[in-house]
Structure formats: C-alpha cells, structure tokens
C-alpha cells in the first residue's frame, strides 16, 4: 500500500540557516511527489512538484527538492532559512500515479525558525 | 492563480445538529473535488472524492451516511456533516482539481461539536 512517512515532527532551525525536510515514500510505480506547506488559516500551498525527468525540482519561496528513487526519499531542501517559512510543511504522494488523483500525505513537519 | 473558497470557516454546533460546508472554486471549474479531515498535529485524511453529477466516492472507514457529499455543480462542492456529535470535531479541507489536474485547497473549516 501507498504510504509516505516524514520522520521528523518537529524541526527548528536558526534563522539564515539551512533546512532538510524528509520524506520518505512506499509506491509500487513511479511516484508522483509533491511538497504542500500549511500556514495557520491558511490552505495548503504547492511548493514543489515531481512527475518526471531533472530528479533536483526546484519550487516557490527558494525551495528545491531531489527525488532519490534508490532511497525512495524526496527531501525538501532550502539554503537559507527566513522567519516566514515556519508553518508546517506536508509531504505527498498521488495515489494511483495519477497527478490529478487522490493524494496521500505525510504526518507533517512542523518548522520553527529562531530569530 | 486558482482559488478554492470554504465557508464558514469556523462553525459551532449543537450534539445531535447537522452542518452543511461549502467549497467553492472562485474561478475555475472544477470536475473532482476531495474532501479531507485533519485532526490537530496530524496529517490530512482523504475522506471521499466528489465528481459533479455522480455519486462521491468514500474512502474505507468513512461512513456515507454522515458525510452526505453533494457536487451539484462545476464550481461547488458541499459536505454535510449529519447528526454531529463531539467526535466529529475536526478541521474539514476541500480540494479542487483544476484542468491542469493540479489540485488547489481551500482555507479549511474548523467544526466543534459540544
């Protein structure tokens, strides 16, 4: 069965510094990954998308993302940190390997930024 | 870029009650939608898909005569929550699946059932 595991729940980086989500997936065929971030009162915004092709995807908001098919992983990566990304950031994947499908998510990790 | 609208964004209501959310796609038509639940600090949970003029389709565990799913139109989706009680509290989040089959959500709405 489709799953998506992100191990972190809770991750707090210092202002400027960089930042790794992890997620880690289980798909039976070639996954169609994506990278949501949640901001209190707010829906959830697309930051980065994997279909196909340049396994390095870049994103909105500075971030990028490598899809790693041996480790099944697909990390959220940013170089530098700003106070306004903390909020809480969702890993998923399309079920049926249909872009447009049903979409399971990850629990979430939520990032926290020190001044 | 396309937008998905709830309301109300926050609702309170009675044990017993039913309520009725609405998702709206502001400006684009929308043949799929997906409803989901998230419970604090967790993930979101597909709880059914809803295709505009057909039955929703529920997924396992999620009892259809709670959840009344209704997709009337191209742009509207509505969840109704029947016969509320305090287990139901949740936040509800709807999506939307534009033609590029990209999906968009809306805001949320926070359900508390007393």
């Known amino acids: 069965a489709q799953s998506v595991t992100q191990p972190d729940i809770h991750i707090t980086v210092s202002e400027g510094a960089s930042l790794e989500l992890r997620c880690n997936y289980s798909?039976?065929?070639?996954?169609?990954l994506f990278w949501y971030v949640q901001s209190p009162g707010q829906g959830l915004q697309l930051l980065l998308k994997?279909?196909?092709?340049?396994?390095l995807v870049q994103g909105i908001k500075g971030f990028e993302a490598e899809f790693k098919r041996s480790q099944s992983s697909f990390n959220l990566r940013k170089p530098s940190v700003h106070w306004s990304d903390a909020a809480e950031y969702f890993c998923?994947?399309?079920?049926?390997?249909?872009?447009?499908?049903?979409?399971?998510f990850g629990q979430g990790t939520e990032l926290s930024v020190k001044p | 870029g396309a937008v998905v609208s709830q309301h109300p964004s926050w609702v309170i209501c009675k044990s017993g009650t039913s309520v009725k959310i609405e998702c709206r796609s502001l400006?684009?038509?929308?043949?799929?939608m997906f409803w989901y639940r998230q419970f604090p600090k967790q993930s979101l949970m597909l709880m059914a898909t809803?295709?505009?003029?057909?039955?929703?389709?529920?997924e396992q565990g999620v009892e259809k005569d709670k959840f009344l799913i209704n997709h009337a139109s191209l742009t509207l989706s509505t969840l109704t929550v029947t016969s509320a009680h305090p287990e139901d509290s949740s936040f509800y989040i709807c999506?939307?699946?534009?033609?590029?089959?990209?999906?968009?959500f809306g805001p949320g709405t926070r359900l508390t059932v007393l």
């Open positions: 400006d684009f038509q929308a043949t799929t």
């Open positions: 994997y279909f196909s092709g340049d396994t």
């Open positions: 999506s939307a699946r534009a033609i590029s089959n990209e999906q968009f």
């Open positions: 998923a994947v399309a079920y049926t390997g249909n872009q447009g499908g049903k979409l399971i």
């Open positions: 809803s295709n505009e003029g057909s039955k929703a389709t529920y």
């Open positions: 798909y039976g065929a070639t996954p169609y």
